[in-house]
C-alpha cells in the first residue's frame, strides 16, 4: 500500500473508522488513482478491463469476512465517476464498507460520483456501510453523487447504512433495489445538512418476489439554510410487507421536502409510511439546559441521539 | 323549480341527499340547464354574464344557512365545465352542499367539470360536502373533474368532505388550498373505486400565515382492476401545523399508488404524514363470518364501516 499523507489519514477515519491497514480484502482509491489493494482466498478484487472501476467477487459460502473500498479525494479539481460491482456468493456472510471523504482546500470543485451494483446471490446477507464527509477550508465545493443498485437472489438479506454527517456540499444520492422471493432490504440513513447545502435522496425499492419486504427508515437533520429532499418509493409487485419512514428535524432557515411514496399493485401487498418534520421540542431542551448544559449544548446533544 | 324526472330525483336523492325542495338557498343545474334557483335574504346566486357558472354571494354574519347546488346530468355525451364562485362573508357559519351525480345509458361519454372557488373571509365557518355519483347501464363513461380551490382569510375555519363511492367511471380532483393567519381546514375524503375505473386526488395546501392548520384525510377502497393515485402536498410556510393521512384499502386486482408530501420552508412548520396500503386483515373477516355472515357480507360490513 502506498504512503498517504495526514489528510488522507484523517479521512480514513472519517469514513472508514480505519486507523490502520484492515484485515481481509481492501481497496483504496486516493486522488483518482489505486492506492492499495489486498484479494484474500474468498474475496477477490480487480480493475475492471476498461479502467472505470473494480469488480468484487466474493466465493459463495464465504463468512464473516470484510471488504473496505474507501475513497479518498484532497485534490481540488478533480472530478471522477467510478463503477464498482459487487457479485456476492450465495450463502455468504460479508461486511462490505465503503466511505468517501472528501478534504478540498482549493478553489475548484471535487467531486466523486461512485455507482456500486450488487448482485446478492441466495440467502447470502450482506451489512453494507457507507459514510460520506467532507473537510477543507477552500471555496472549492464537495460534492458526492453516489447511485446503488441492489439486485437481490431468493432468501438473501441486505442492511444498509448510509451515513453523510458532515460537510458534504452537494449530494445527489439514488437508490434503486430489486427484490426476489423472501429477500429482505432494512436501510438506515443518517443525514445532516448544514451552510447552504443542498441534499436529494431518492429510493425506489421494488418488492418483486414472494415474501420480500423492506424497511428504509431516514433521519435527517437541516441547519441553516440547507435544503434537503427525501424521495422514497416502495413498490408492492407481489405478496410483501415494506416500511418506509422520514423523520426530519428543521432548524435556522433550513428546508426540507419529504415525498416517500407507496405503489400497490399486488392486493397482498402491505406497505405503511410515515414522516414527520419538525423542529426539537422547547420542553426537550429546557430538561437538558436544567441538567447544566448551555442552549447549544442541549441541541447538539439531542441532534447526536437522534441521529445516533 | 322545473319538473324533474325519476332518474334525476334518484341522482339528486344520492348526492344532495334531497327529496324535496331545500330549505334556503340552492341552485339546481340538470342536463346543462338551470333547473331551479332560490337566492335568501343573505345568500344571493345569480348567473356569471359570460355564462360559464354562478356566483354564490354570501353576506357578512350569515349564520346556520345552507346552500345547495346540485348538478345532474342524465343525457349521454353531455361535457361540459361550470365556474363556480363563492363569496363568503366574514363571520358568516354556513353549509354548502355541492353533489354531481350523472346517469349514463347511452353510448357516449358524459362529463362534468366543476370549478369551485371559494373565498371565505375572516372567521368564517364553511361546512363543504361534494358528492359524486355514476349510474347507468350504458357504455358511455361517466367522468367528473371536479377542481376546487379555497382561499382563506385570519381566523375562518373550513371542512370539507368529498364523497365518491360508486359509478364514477373516471375523475382527476384537484384541490388547492391557501390559509393565512389562524386559519384552519379539514379535508375528509373518501373513495372508492371499481371495476376498471381511475380515479386521481391531489391536494395543495399551503399553510402562509401564523397558527394555520390542516387536516387532510383519506380513506379509500380499490377494487375489481381499478386504480387509483393519492397526491397530496402540505407546503408550511409559517409557523403551523399539518397532517395528512392516506388509508387505503386493495382488493382484487385494485391498484392503489399513494404520494403525500411535506414541504417545511419555515423551522416552526410541524408537518406529519401517514400511509398504509393493504388488504382487509383475514382476522376481521373471519370474526365476522362465526358473527353468521358469509365472507362477502363481512367484506362489505368492513368496508362500510371503513368508509363511513
Chains 1, 2 share one sequence.
Do not use: W
Request: net charge negative; hydrophobic share 35%.
Amino acid at each position: 500500500m502506498v504512503q498517504l499523507d495526514a489528510i488522507q489519514k484523517r479521512i480514513l477515519a472519517e469514513v472508514a473508522d480505519l486507523h490502520e491497514v484492515p484485515a481481509g480484502a481492501y481497496n483504496f482509491r486516493a486522488n483518482g488513482q489505486l492506492a492499495g489493494r489486498n484479494s484474500t482466498a474468498h474475496i477477490e478484487i480487480s480493475s475492471k478491463a476498461d479502467g472505470t472501476g473494480i469488480d468484487i467477487r466474493i466465493a459463495p459460502g464465504t463468512k464473516n469476512e470484510s471488504v473496505h473500498i474507501p475513497v479518498v479525494v484532497s485534490a481540488s479539481g478533480l472530478k471522477e465517476t467510478v463503477y464498482n460491482d459487487f457479485y456476492v456468493g450465495d450463502g455468504s456472510d460479508v461486511l462490505i464498507v465503503a466511505g468517501c471523504g472528501i478534504d478540498n482546500c482549493g478553489r475548484q470543485d471535487a467531486e466523486h460520483d461512485g455507482v456500486h451494483r450488487f448482485y446478492v446471490g441466495k440467502n447470502a446477507k450482506v451489512r453494507y456501510v457507507e459514510k460520506h464527509y467532507g473537510s477543507g477550508s477552500g471555496g472549492g465545493k464537495r460534492i458526492l453523487n453516489p447511485q446503488t443498485e441492489v439486485y437481490m437472489e431468493d432468501g438473501s438479506s441486505m442492511e444498509m447504512e448510509m451515513v453523510q454527517i458532515k460537510g458534504v456540499d452537494s449530494t445527489q444520492r439514488m437508490t434503486i433495489a430489486e427484490l426476489k422471493k423472501d429477500a429482505r432490504l432494512v436501510v438506515r440513513e443518517r443525514l445532516m445538512t448544514h451552510g447552504d447545502q443542498q441534499a436529494v435522496s431518492g429510493y425506489r425499492v421494488s418488492l418483486n418476489g414472494e415474501g420480500s419486504s423492506a424497511d428504509v427508515v431516514s433521519r435527517s437533520v437541516a441547519r441553516d439554510a440547507s435544503f434537503q429532499k427525501f424521495d422514497a418509493c416502495i413498490v408492492g409487485n407481489a405478496p410483501c410487507s415494506g416500511h418506509t419512514e422520514c423523520d426530519s428535524i428543521i432548524m435556522d432557515r433550513g428546508k426540507i421536502l419529504a415525498v416517500p411514496s407507496l405503489e400497490a399493485n399486488n392486493v397482498d401487498a402491505q406497505l405503511v409510511h410515515e414522516a414527520a418534520i419538525g423542529k426539537i421540542a422547547g420542553d426537550q431542551i429546557v430538561k437538558l439546559m436544567t441538567l447544566g448544559l448551555s442552549e447549544q449544548q442541549a441541541e447538539e446533544q439531542i441532534i447526536n441521539g437522534f441521529l445516533k
